[in-house]
């Protein structure tokens, strides 16, 4: 415990941390909250490119790798991939459009475009044999033509091998949404943005907080009374509401379009909690002898304030800090359902959005993959600020 | 005990002139007028239009009309999307459709949590608490939109498909007999997600309250597990559930924002909704200074409230 | 000592509790055992977290179920019955009615919604067929036995209207209302102002006289044992270490742990001006990490090789008991 005599030394050295390092569901959870850490940074550094996101990976609405499939919808993603091809080989200059058809890994297969226009030709006479059928589902004889169908359409494309063909069946592994596009790859570039707003709006929000929830304790005074008013203000308007006028304010702005708008709402009216919770704490320490004997040997007030309350109220930062995470993770899902939240790139929220319809016609891949992201990432937090209570509170009652 | 009331009145006074202060602040961060108009809007509308609302005088001037105003209770301003209609009749008529949700979800959510949470304190530790306990955390991490969008999926859509029209996908009608129809699937989501937060926090308090030391004496003298549990805890634990119900009070009447919004429930919220994406200035404004104006009272009330469970208040 | 043929009101045979902890079960009392007679004053002494609440704890049953236990063997032999071994349904028949129990801190042991009349009425109803209005009588006389000015008055307010030692007089009054045969109080006088203390062992002592209730007084402030106690227990990390009367304890401890505690008690005088008080050395052993041989060697300042190897049995000696290898014997 000597070994650093810093605030931050004291801190990880202690009776709290101490149990929470024995707490092996907290462990499990900080593990996994490392995964979505890595990963995030993965995405931030570009393991997925924009194609990955934006581009068509396949047919709409694909289900996910051990989805079943039904008679007709294996009709339909044959007729979408044939047309594909026949487009690209009918274009004015047909090679390079060959060329560049893709999706994902897939490519169109080599071929002059009078070859292919053959094959494709080939391959709508299987289609229309199996078109012929009512009920797709029930015929074995049914069954066996849409086999051939679909190895004619493989015949139509160059399936990637190797490491590109393992990247490819990841990228169908969870379906496709309404646009054709991976939901894998957008769930997980999700997690990007979802990291990304909760460490943000969590740090600003815990850093402003702090700042003037430990000022109002320890100043008292008129400072206490400025912060009071100013958080009983805020605090007065219901928390949707406050996010959608603050979200309205930016509309028509410079910073509309970007994440600044989801950032400025949830900080400003997500720093209420800690700055409560600081300040209370405060206004306890402030009352302790070492404090006042530091006082009367004459320390100033702001190191006082520094050196040894601020760091004694560490573990509500942290508490708070995940509780605000999880705050702003779901508060993105419902300001990007309102129309106010993320707009040019994925977010679990706009794919949940996205899913609504989805969901009506008995598709579940998009809102399943977003939901099942984002549980885990916020079951993680939830069970850490849990265990972060239960080491550093002795009066804490969690889940024990 | 007056002065008490007294006390927190004076102390909610400067907290609303704050809020009024933000909020118009806020709303005219952005000339509403323009927002509204376009850009296509002639010299003469902005003007006109400015004029009829006061917007081309002076902050200040502002700031006490609409004080005036909500004080005593004047919303005959117009609505700007809906010519003709006044901000007043817009809030009366809003106001039962949030109540049908709101307050039959806060009754259902009180029983089934504090029972829930009733069970859980009284088999602290073993399976059943931490089953229940863990259901409340998994539950508490799904996205509340998740819950309306199945909700609404299996509650009305599969079922309607089906034949059975128990639930409608949307909209509303008055009157009781219609209410199970377009309101309990709303009511029942809104049960659900609830639920696991409000159990969690019963249950906290439940289980602090157990180990107090009164709990110790009484069972001293000779009492019985039922009657430690529902009789001397149960008054303690009260203290601090009817603190929380009473701050979900002022919630109940500006209604669930997102589940008007879904099912297309014309309820305060969703008529807030609808006014700030149409810029439909008044509106915003009225609205969101009558829902902070609600919440301050409902402060009070909580205060007062407090007073009365809790004798240590009480005679102070 | 008194007559043999007196029969203990209460005799504890080899008890001993253990909780079970997230770093393994552990032993807070251990092999106890002792005789309480009636109408004396039993005091149980030692630092905090040597076993002496869990023990008066354990003989009520009050401790979480889930979370303790007492080991086989372990007899609480009160009133023919072993409680030990006793339903929750006999445990609630003798709480309250033939073994009560009041507790260190009489602001947060009463339940501060309830009045003080209701809290009585409360423990009156559970063990007497008296009607209500006999039963408010009843707390009012109650109340007027221990000396609380004004019951009438009192019968309708609420705990935190009242001071520290009221609140007490109030605990006593609940406890002795339906006048039990053992009073256990738990440092009874800890949380109070020192004139409040003696006005309430005062009060404790005649009540004593009066009722022939025996009284279990756990403490770990001798000065209050040598004002009340007519007996003394001495435990140690869950064990007991010594017993005997108050005079012998007193004035010839045997046990070095004894002595010890005997000597740090602050004394005034022209002799002890300018000395230092004395203090014993070291912590009490985790009971995680118990020692094999003697639980009080590495604070003791005498004993040898054979206090590390072997623990001591409490044994009898002149007519008391001692659980060490190298008793003091008559040297001071």
């Known amino acids: 415990m000597t070994s650093t005599n810093s605030a931050l030394g004291k801190f990880l050295s202690g009776r709290g941390m101490r149990k929470l390092r024995r707490d092996r569901m907290a462990l499990v959870a900080l593990a996994v909250i490392g995964v979505y850490l890595l990963l995030a940074l993965s995405v931030g550094v570009g393991l997925l490119d924009k194609g990955d996101v934006f581009d068509r990976a396949g047919p709409d609405t694909v289900p996910g790798a051990w989805g079943v499939q039904d008679g007709e919808k294996r009709l339909t993603d044959a007729e979408f991939y044939i047309e594909q091809v026949q487009r690209a080989a009918r274009a004015s200059n047909a090679e390079d459009s060959l060329a560049e058809l893709r999706f994902g890994g897939l490519r169109a297969a080599p071929g002059t475009p009078a070859e292919v226009q053959a094959q494709v030709d080939d391959a709508w006479l299987a289609f229309d044999a199996v078109a012929a059928y009512e009920e797709l589902d029930e015929d074995p004889e049914v069954a066996s033509l849409l086999t051939t169908l679909e190895q004619k359409v493989e015949g139509l494309y160059a399936a990637p091998t190797g490491f590109a063909g393992a990247i490819h069946s990841l990228r169908l592994s969870l379906g496709t949404d309404r646009q054709g596009r991976s939901i894998l790859f957008r769930a997980l570039y999700s997690t990007k943005v979802a990291v990304q707003i909760g460490i943000v709006s969590a740090l600003i929000s815990v850093l402003i907080g702090t700042l003037l929830g430990a000022a109002a304790g320890y100043f008292g005074g008129w400072v206490d009374h400025m912060v009071v008013w100013l958080y009983s203000t805020f605090s007065s308007i219901p928390w949707i509401v406050l996010l959608m006028v603050l979200a309205s304010m930016f509309r028509g702005g410079p910073f509309d379009g970007t994440l600044i708008p989801v950032y400025a709402a949830f900080c400003m009216s997500f720093w209420i909690s800690p700055c409560r919770v600081i300040r209370g704490e405060v206004m306890k320490l402030r009352e302790l002898e070492y404090v006042q004997a530091a006082s009367a040997i004459g320390f100033g007030r702001i190191r006082i304030l520094l050196k040894h309350i601020i760091p004694n109220t560490a573990h509500l930062m942290f508490i708070n800090f995940s509780l605000l995470f999880i705050g702003a993770i779901k508060a993105e899902v419902i300001l990007s359902f309102l129309g106010l939240g993320v707009k040019n790139e994925p977010s679990w929220g706009v794919m949940i959005n996205q899913a609504k319809a989805e969901v009506l016609n008995g598709f579940f891949w998009q809102i399943g993959a977003a939901t099942f992201f984002m549980l885990v990432l916020v079951l993680a937090f939830n069970i850490l600020s849990d265990a972060l209570q239960d080491a550093f509170d002795p009066k804490h009652v969690g889940s024990q | 005990m007056w002065s008490y009331i007294a006390r927190k009145l004076l102390y909610n006074i400067p907290v609303y002139l704050g809020i009024l202060l933000f909020l118009m602040l806020a709303l005219r961060v952005n000339d509403p007028v323009h927002a509204f108009l376009g850009k296509n809007a002639t010299d003469a509308d902005i003007l006109d239009v400015r004029a009829k609302l006061g917007l081309d005088q002076a902050f200040i001037y502002q700031y006490f009309d609409l004080l005036r105003d909500v004080l005593t209770l004047d919303f005959s301003v117009e609505s700007w999307t809906n010519e003709g209609l006044r901000v007043s009749d817009m809030l009366k008529r809003s106001v039962i459709p949030s109540i049908s949700i709101t307050v039959p979800a806060l009754v259902l959510t009180s029983i089934i949590s504090i029972s829930i949470a009733l069970i859980s304190a009284f088999f602290r530790g073993r399976p059943i608490d931490r089953t229940l306990m863990v259901m409340a955390v998994v539950g508490m991490s799904v996205s509340f939109l998740v819950y309306i969008i199945f909700g609404q999926y299996w509650g009305a859509y599969l079922l309607t498909r089906e034949g059975s029209d128990l639930f409608a996908i949307g909209g509303f009608e008055p009157g009781l007999a219609n209410w199970p129809y377009y309101c309990l699937l709303p009511v029942l989501i809104s049960t659900f997600v609830a639920t696991g937060y409000d159990t969690r926090f019963y249950r906290a308090v439940m289980v602090e309250e157990s180990s107090r030391d009164y709990i110790t004496t009484a069972k001293a003298k000779g009492a019985n597990r039922r009657k430690v549990m529902f009789v001397h805890m149960l008054k303690n634990a009260l203290i601090p559930i009817i603190t929380r119900i009473m701050t979900t009070l002022p919630f109940l009447i500006m209604g669930s924002l997102l589940l008007e919004v879904y099912f297309n429930i014309p309820g305060m919220g969703r008529v807030l909704y609808k006014a700030i994406q149409e810029q439909d200035f008044p509106v915003v404004q009225i609205f969101v200074a009558v829902f902070a104006g609600i919440f301050i009272v409902s402060n009070i009330l909580t205060d007062v409230l407090y007073a009365l469970v809790d004798p240590r208040v009480r005679l102070s | ?332």
């Not at chain 3, 507790?103 to 009607?131: C, I, K, R």
């Not at chain 3, 019951?151 to 007089?169: A, D, T």
């Not at chain 3, 106690?229 to 010594?242: N, T």
């Not at chain 3, 590495?298 to 009898?316: F, S, Y």
């Open chain 3, 1 to 332: 000592m008194t007559a043999t043929q007196v029969q203990p009101v209460l005799e504890v045979r080899h008890l001993s509790t253990c909780f079970k902890t997230d770093r393994g079960v552990v032993t807070a009392v251990d092999d106890v055992s002792f005789k309480l007679y009636p109408g004396e004053t039993l005091g149980i002494v030692g630092e905090s977290g040597c076993g002496k609440t869990v023990t008066s704890k354990s003989i009520m049953r009050l401790l979480p179920e889930h979370l303790s236990f007492q080991k086989e063997g372990s007899e609480v032999l009160f009133g023919g019955n072993n409680l030990s071994l006793a339903s929750e349904d006999e445990m609630r028949e003798v709480r309250g009615d033939r073994i009560a129990m009041i507790f260190q801190e009489p602001m947060t042991s009463l339940n501060p919604v309830f009045t003080v009349g209701w809290q009585l009425d409360e423990a009156l109803g559970y063990h007497t067929t008296l009607d209500k209005a006999a039963r408010r009588e009843r707390a009012i006389e109650m109340l007027r036995l221990v000396e609380m000015p004004e019951p009438e008055r009192r019968i309708g307010e609420y705990p935190h209207q009242l001071s520290g030692g009221m609140r007490q007089r109030v605990m006593i009054a609940m406890a002795l209302c339906c006048e039990p045969d053992i009073l256990i109080a738990d440092e009874p006088t800890t949380a109070l102002d020192v004139t409040i203390q003696a006005q309430i062992l005062d009060l404790m002592n005649g009540l004593k006289q009066r009722l022939n209730t025996a009284i279990m007084l756990i403490t770990h402030d001798l000065g209050v044992v040598a004002q009340v106690c007519d007996r003394v227990m001495v435990m140690y990390a869950g064990r007991v270490i010594e017993s005997g009367t108050v005079r012998d304890i007193f004035h010839r401890p045997q046990h070095p742990y004894t002595k010890a505690l005997i000597e740090s008690i602050p004394k005034s005088g022209a002799r002890e001006h300018g000395k230092r008080l004395p203090t014993i050395d070291g912590i009490v052993p985790s009971l995680f990490e118990l020692p094999h041989g003697c639980r009080f060697e590495d604070r003791c300042t005498i004993g040898d090789k054979k206090c590390i190897d072997r623990e001591p049995a409490l044994e009898a000696l002149d007519g008391r008991e001692v659980r060490c290898h190298f008793p003091l014997g008559d040297a001071r």
